[in-house]
């Protein structure tokens, strides 16, 4: 029996899908290697993502290089890792991450980036995920950009269990179509992006800093409130204001006041009459052109075709 029948046997005896835990075993860890190998293109479908799982042990010369690997700069694909035990160190702009359990890291394809087994790591032991999803890898990169590329991921979060199910389903060949594929990883990028935002910022202490602000931008409405007035309001610095405000929520405080307007401008929209023209005075702009523009930035929608698409006054009796 080869090497990928054997997997498939391995594969086929397990009713329950996989969980973290049972990847403590060894044959278990390995099956799921066969999505390394899965061909996608021999259904005629589009390869939305192949992993696979792999155990480095004492390989010191066990390194990759973004920039060394091919790829095409104007479609790349983004490498998505979550390790399980050892460690091993990656570098980004001059930065090195030691990227140990419960950690993960995010490198685009083809980039300047290296990932590598140290001397000083017995080993290093990891899932991954080859992400090609056009739309996927734009939020992945997003992600690196506003995060920087390495993850923080509990062994118990949904996010490692939603890789886990992808590689399960990519190594015993359990997808219908190219669609239930599609919707797992763009499900598993959106997830990801979710547990970064709550492991940097945490809820409580943002949710309440957004509330005192969205309450001060309202309560001065038609007037706009200014970064300035917010920070002497905290009776801090514009600068110092400004970095707290971004450490706490992931926002810049002057992008988050123009959506606290803009929401207001739509609730208007959809539960009154008024012409735009004074929608756009009463939430603080000096016209209806620059209103018009932020809006649409914003909500992708003109406010006329919001007004129409949502104003509860043109819903049917």
Not at 165 to 187: K, P, Q, T
Not at 216 to 239: F, G, I, M, N, W
Request: glycine share 8%.
């Amino acid at each position: 029996m080869c090497y990928l029948e054997g997997i498939c046997v391995i594969l086929q005896g397990m009713v329950k899908s996989i969980r973290y835990r049972d990847l403590a075993d060894k044959r278990t860890f390995d099956a799921l290697d066969a999505a390394r190998v899965w061909d996608l293109k021999r259904h005629g479908w589009r390869v939305h993502a192949t992993g696979g799982s792999q155990h480095v042990v004492g390989d010191t010369t066990y390194w990759w290089h973004g920039g060394e690997r091919g790829g095409d700069p104007s479609h790349p694909f983004v490498i998505v890792q979550f390790t399980l035990s050892g460690w091993g160190y990656f570098e980004q702009r001059g930065v090195r991450h030691r990227i140990g359990a419960g950690d993960g890291f995010l490198a685009v394809v083809p980039s300047e980036h290296l990932y590598y087994l140290p001397e000083g790591s017995p080993d290093w032991r990891f899932i991954w995920l080859d992400v090609w999803h056009p739309y996927a890898v734009t939020r992945l990169i997003g992600m690196r950009d506003r995060f920087g590329p390495k993850l923080s991921v509990p062994a118990d979060s949904s996010v490692m269990q939603r890789m886990i199910d992808i590689l399960e389903r990519l190594a015993f060949d359990r997808y219908a179509d190219d669609y239930v594929l599609e919707a797992d990883v763009l499900g598993f990028v959106v997830e990801l992006e979710r547990q970064m935002m709550q492991s940097r910022y945490p809820a409580e202490a943002r949710e309440s800093l957004l509330r005192e602000v969205r309450e001060r931008v309202l309560a001065k409405l038609p007037c706009p409130l200014s970064v300035d007035e917010l920070a002497h309001a905290y009776r801090q610095s514009r600068t110092r204001f400004s970095q707290v405000f971004k450490r706490t929520t992931g926002l810049s405080p002057a992008a988050f006041v123009d959506s606290v307007r803009l929401s207001r401008a739509a609730a208007l929209l959809e539960g009154g009459t008024d012409k735009v023209e004074v929608i756009a005075l009463a939430v603080g702009y000096a016209s209806a052109t620059q209103f018009c523009k932020a809006f649409r930035k914003t909500y992708a929608f003109s406010p006329a075709i919001y007004r129409a698409y949502f104003g509860r006054t043109n819903a049917p009796a």
